[in-house]
């Protein structure tokens, strides 16, 4: 490698202009056809916050904060890029190279395009996507995954009734709508969507189900009360074709199973999902035929008290998975060794109300943010709205820091990604 | 060294570079692939301009003259790269395609290979000449071409177009590697590219699938 030297120079210094961040450290959730996972320290955390009305600018906005613990910056608020309005932020995705992050609003429809690679401390919208409900009638753009050179949208429901009925939406990574695929309404399918899972070396496309605007816009406490509506929610799983992107399989999974992570162990083929209204962990994977089934494998504290289990987050090497519950506020550790029998081994209350969980790849640091949905989030004392930062030493997690999301005038905090140090940085 | 002792020394460097990668099979228990012409490829972006060089050749080129007429399987490599899921992929997939299509003789003719390097510094006309040589000696039924980009400027747009990234490392005092992240891409004979594959999702039977794809469409002039 050596003789190249000089050439590797030249090359480096003629090529500079378009080279990414390629550090490295990560989150164990994202696109496996993503680049540049980072298997270090994170260096900034982007978070995709609601606006709320009378509270700073009031705008939907993503919040940077420096999460190095070596920068004198660290647990600060480094930067904030409204885009204006509130839609309902809620979910993101990186591009396959990791430049760039989609960010989607629930209500509106609207998708932002944020340049993340270019300067990761300071983020720059560089496109807005507003016409997906023109273009495919679909609403709600809620998970944003990665294919090379496209991002696969799940939509969460139709402009016609804005029901349930819903699917997924391809795009080119420059924002050009390509094909739009329906989750089936047949042979045992509802029609709902939520989530993205892809095993690229099974050729297996996994989604999960939720439910339609009508319902993720009305008040929680109205929802639950509402027998009619709570009926339209998502009871199934779909394994897709990846090359075909036709259905393939349709799981019965009671309760609106949401999250989906596949274990990330070379050659592994099973996936786990929480279903939020049952309270139930489900293990998808293969029985001894070779056939995909999708099983009950726990529960997530007690069914009764609907505690809402929410978004899930996989280690690394598929050994444990954080389960956060909405209700109790908690966040829960799940060991997964044996992925028939899990077995909760920890739980700690992070707050009167907790939604997201992002682990770094080592899993040594865990985040959790609070905001589920606007109109389903908690009221008064009870509507705390933060990050929290811990460290996970294998026994307990350490609080590190806390961003206090409505002290600091932001908004409702929700999704979070990991970015790297700026290229010109490195 | 003489063209005749490089093109064998290309063609063991390659080897030994194919060697050393993963094979590129099909998963077992993955769920089938779906036969060719049942199923839809996007057209996802297409062919940027460029202009590049061939390998010997005197005159820069159009790099649609490399792209249309016939499908095309286009990726970009550097001669010395050594990462099993990088380049040493790329060779194993592209020749195992093209081993697959000398069994097809519908696809004589229809389908040609390009290397693109994007380190002409190292990978010059010349050298790249020699790889021409050595991967088309005779009548082929899939010619593979070896280009790099005109100029350095042309090379930044290049890549930027298609969505190619790069990112030097620099791993030591005096290494140097040039990590990218390996994507191929299966482009129409109108130009348009048609799938982008990975490492994550690199096999010849999916290729060959998507190939046998778009000469049905081809031939049913859906499409047109």
Redesign the interface.
């Known amino acids: 490698?050596?003789r190249?030297?000089l050439?590797?120079?030249?090359?480096?210094a003629?090529?500079?202009?378009?080279?990414?961040?390629?550090s490295f450290a990560d989150e164990t959730c994202n696109s496996?056809?993503m680049?540049?996972l980072i298997k270090g320290q994170e260096k900034y955390l982007q978070v995709w916050t609601l606006g709320v009305k009378g509270m700073g600018d009031e705008s939907d906005k993503l919040v940077t904060i420096d999460v190095d613990p070596a920068s004198p910056h660290y647990g600060k608020v480094i930067n904030s890029l409204s885009v204006g309005g509130r839609g309902e932020a809620h979910h993101m995705g990186f591009t396959?190279?990791r430049?760039y992050l989609w960010a989607g609003r629930l209500d509106d429809g609207k998708i932002f395009v944020f340049d993340v690679g270019t300067d990761p401390a300071k983020p720059k919208l560089v496109r807005t996507i507003s016409n997906i409900s023109e273009e495919t009638g679909l609403v709600g753009p809620h998970t944003f995954y990665a294919?090379?050179?496209?991002m696969l949208v799940q939509a969460l429901s139709n402009s016609k009734d804005h029901g349930g009925e819903t699917g997924l939406v391809?795009y080119?990574?420059?924002g050009?709508m390509?094909?739009v695929h329906m989750m089936p309404t047949d042979k045992g399918g509802d029609g709902y969507g939520y989530d993205i899972g892809i095993n690229?070396?099974?050729?297996?496309l996994l989604t999960s189900s939720f439910t339609g605007w009508n319902n993720y816009m009305m008040d929680l406490g109205k929802l639950v009360k509402d027998p009619e509506a709570m009926k339209h929610f998502g009871a199934t799983m779909v394994?897709w074709?990846?090359?075909?992107?036709?259905p393939?399989q349709i799981f019965k999974v009671p309760g609106a199973p949401l999250e989906i992570r596949w274990s990330l162990n070379p050659g592994a083929?099973y996936a786990f999902t929480a279903t939020a209204l049952t309270s139930k962990i489900w293990l998808i994977s293969?029985d001894d035929q070779?056939n995909w089934v999708a099983k009950d494998v726990a529960t997530v504290g007690d069914p009764d008290k609907i505690p809402l289990p929410v978004d899930i987050s996989i280690s690394a090497d598929a050994k444990h998975l954080w389960v956060d519950t909405f209700m109790d506020g908690k966040a829960r550790l799940f060991d997964i060794s044996d992925p028939e029998h899990p077995q909760q081994v920890y739980e700690k209350v992070i707050g009167s109300q907790v939604n997201m969980v992002s682990e770094s790849w080592d899993g040594k640091r865990v985040y959790f943010t609070t905001s589920l949905l606007s109109r389903w989030d908690k009221t008064g004392a009870d509507d705390e709205q933060f990050l929290k930062a811990y460290d996970w030493d294998g026994k307990q997690l350490v609080e590190k820091f806390e961003v206090d999301f409505y002290k600091e005038k932001l908004g409702r905090a929700h999704h979070m990604k990991f970015t790297g140090e700026a290229?010109n940085k490195t | 060294m003489n063209a005749k002792i490089f093109s064998i020394a290309a063609s063991g460097l390659v080897a030994a570079l194919a060697a050393g990668a993963p094979k590129v099979v099909a998963n077992p228990g993955a769920l089938p692939l779906p036969a060719p012409g049942t199923y839809r490829l996007d057209r996802i972006q297409a062919v940027p301009f460029s202009v590049v060089k061939e390998g010997g050749g005197a005159f820069p080129h159009l790099l649609s003259r490399y792209t249309t007429g016939k499908i095309t399987l286009l990726t970009f490599f550097y001669s010395y790269c050594r990462d099993p899921n990088g380049c040493p992929l790329a060779w194993t997939a592209f020749e195992e395609v093209r081993r697959q299509i000398k069994d097809d003789p519908a696809l004589h003719g229809k389908v040609r290979l390009v290397f693109f390097s994007f380190d002409p510094a190292h990978d010059t006309p010349a050298s790249l000449r020699l790889f021409t040589e050595a991967y088309n000696n005779g009548r082929v039924a899939t010619p593979w071409f070896f280009l790099t980009a005109w100029n350095g400027w042309m090379m930044r747009r290049t890549l930027a177009r298609f969505g190619q990234d790069i990112a030097v490392e620099r791993s030591g005092a005096d290494d140097i590697v040039i990590n990218h992240m390996l994507k191929v891409f299966l482009i129409d004979g109108d130009g348009w590219v048609r799938e982008i594959y990975s490492s994550g999702f690199l096999n010849a039977e999916a290729i060959l699938g998507d190939i046998r794809t778009l000469r049905i469409e081809q031939a049913d002039g859906r499409e047109k």
């Open positions: 490698m050596k190249h030297h050439r590797a120079l030249l090359l480096a003629s090529l500079s202009a378009i080279a990414p961040n390629f496996p056809f680049a540049s396959d190279d430049k294919l090379p050179g496209r391809l080119s990574n420059d050009k390509l094909s690229p070396n099974k050729n297996a394994m074709n990846l090359k075909s992107m036709e393939a083929d293969k070779g290229p």
